[in-house]
């Protein structure tokens, strides 16, 4: 595998029981939390008797560099921030001031092969929180060269990207961790507890969603307006390595969610966050078909912007103890129905989702932080709570900091969120392809029985950029 690059001149320097399958996968849990705990103890030696190995002193501080400073960006060096900052890179002027504002004496680059080229050598860790489709370019440049990764949601902008960054991140033995921050939240694991005692028995069936409106659709007509550049922004570096087009003010700043070549829509902004519970509590893996339906929207003539609403059904086989589950994903002007379990008094999460067993129903909201219940109240009631058996994490950010200096795994490190942001990419194929239902061979990484689908698990770059 060839480190991504830039030819610029820049050189990249009938179903078991439910409590049976509670305790395999409380069991599983354990036993892979221990193993990455004794990957590593806290070694008080000097950075540079350990310099290139790609662990650091628990006694010194991390010494970080982060991509993409603005917006999200901002939020994640301040998590960092009592680290060393060392550097920053961004190519907005404008979106990244009040980042370079609050932290005047750190370096800052636009380019990130040339800040890698220029200090490299000093930087331990590096945050990505650039737009989605250059995750894979930055991260990758960052793993190639031994750093540890802390990477926004979802990891990529296509599966190709996903496999490729797990492969380096395994090969490279570096901490990584997605920024999906609801992972290391209270309720996530009191959620995983709940399942694995059998609080709704077999899970069959989950109702998931979120009603952001990340659809460019009214925005298309406003392409063919040609408005220069920013002063502060370089457009060629922004565009990075999706295909060249004209700057237009209705890609950023944020709305590039809303754009196929740039973001994910809400199925990737968003699944990451509120997947995450059922994904880690059922094992969920990947699916065996997925289908995606939507309205008031023509792939063929808007296939540029993201769907207003969206629909889609996946469905997973059958896995260990557990038996099948359909997962349905609801976005945009699409909503979660709501369950007839709940009392009419209560107000529905909108973001969130509807957990169906055998035995019950438990419902969650955003990031699994909206409050983990059992439907209806008496039910909830009468639930004895189980102990507390997951580890508990104070904050993502520090769980990923603190993996770097134990030398174990971070809790949504690649190999967990590869699989999760996979997960919302066939959802988006599946949109590109019209809503054709597709069979996905997930070890063979490709549609069966839809040849065309494959050419959007590795989309081509742009001339010049390379994984």
């Known amino acids: 595998m ?28 354990l036993q892979r939390y221990a193993a990455g705990a004794l990957l590593g103890a806290p070694m008080i030696v000097p950075r540079h008797v350990i310099a290139g190995s ?6 010194e501080k991390i010494n970080i560099a982060s991509i993409g400073v ?151 007509a406003g392409l063919k307006e040609r408005p220069p550049v920013p002063r502060d922004l370089d457009w060629d570096l922004w565009l990075g390595p999706a295909q060249t087009r004209p700057f237009n003010p209705a890609y950023l700043p944020g709305r590039w969610r809303a754009w196929v070549p740039f973001g994910n829509g809400t199925l990737g902004d968003w699944a990451c966050h509120v997947v995450d519970p059922v994904f880690w509590a059922l094992d969920l893996g990947a699916p065996a078909t997925v289908e995606a339906t939507f309205k008031d929207y023509d792939p063929k003539t808007q296939g540029d912007a993201y769907p207003p609403g969206l629909q889609v059904t996946f469905e997973f086989p059958a896995k260990g103890n557990r038996g099948p589950v359909t997962l349905h994903w609801y976005s945009g002007t699409e909503r979660i129905p709501r369950p007839p379990e709940l009392e009419p008094d209560r107000k529905a999460d909108e973001t969130g989702a509807v957990v169906i067993g055998n035995k019950g129903v438990i419902t969650y909201g955003s990031h699994g932080a909206g409050g983990v219940r059992i439907i209806p109240e008496s039910k909830m009631r009468e639930f004895k709570r189980p102990e507390k058996t997951i580890p508990r994490v104070k904050e993502h950010h520090q769980d990923w900091l603190d993996a770097i200096r134990t030398g174990r795994k971070a809790g949504s490190d690649f190999s967990y969120g590869g699989p999760l942001s996979e997960l919302a990419l066939l959802g988006i194929i599946s949109t590109k392809m019209g809503g054709v239902k597709l069979e996905w061979d997930a070890g063979k990484m490709r549609f069966p029985n839809c040849p065309k689908a494959n050419a959007h698990l590795h989309p081509p770059y742009r001339g010049g950029w390379r994984l």
């Not at 030819?7 to 395999?24: E, F, R, T, Y």
């Not at 990529?156 to 990207?161: F, G, K, M």
């Not at 989950?206 to 659809?215: E, K, Q, R």
């Open 2 to 29: 060839k480190a991504p690059q830039r030819q610029s001149g820049n050189k990249p320097s009938s179903v078991p029981s439910a409590l049976h399958l509670a305790s395999i996968s409380r069991r599983s849990f």
């Open 54 to 59: 790609g662990q650091t002193p628990p006694s």
């Open 70 to 220: 603005g917006g999200m960006g901002h939020g994640d060096v301040m998590s960092v921030s009592g680290e060393n900052l060392i550097a920053f890179c961004d190519v907005d002027d404008t979106r990244a001031a009040n980042t370079f504002q609050k932290f005047p004496d750190v370096k800052r680059f636009k380019d990130f092969w040339k800040m890698f080229d220029a200090m490299g050598k000093q930087i331990d860790a590096v945050t990505v929180s650039t737009p989605d489709h250059t995750h894979a370019v930055a991260a990758m440049a960052a793993i190639k060269r031994g750093k540890h990764v802390y990477c926004q949601k979802p990891l990529a902008h296509s599966i190709y990207e996903v496999r490729e960054l797990m492969a380096a991140a395994r090969k490279y033995k570096v901490v990584t961790q997605l920024g999906n921050q609801g992972h290391s939240f209270e309720s996530i694991r009191i959620f995983c507890e709940w399942i694995w005692a059998g609080a709704i028995g077999n899970v069959h069936t989950i109702h998931a969603g979120c009603p952001a409106l990340n659809s460019a659709v009214g925005a298309l």
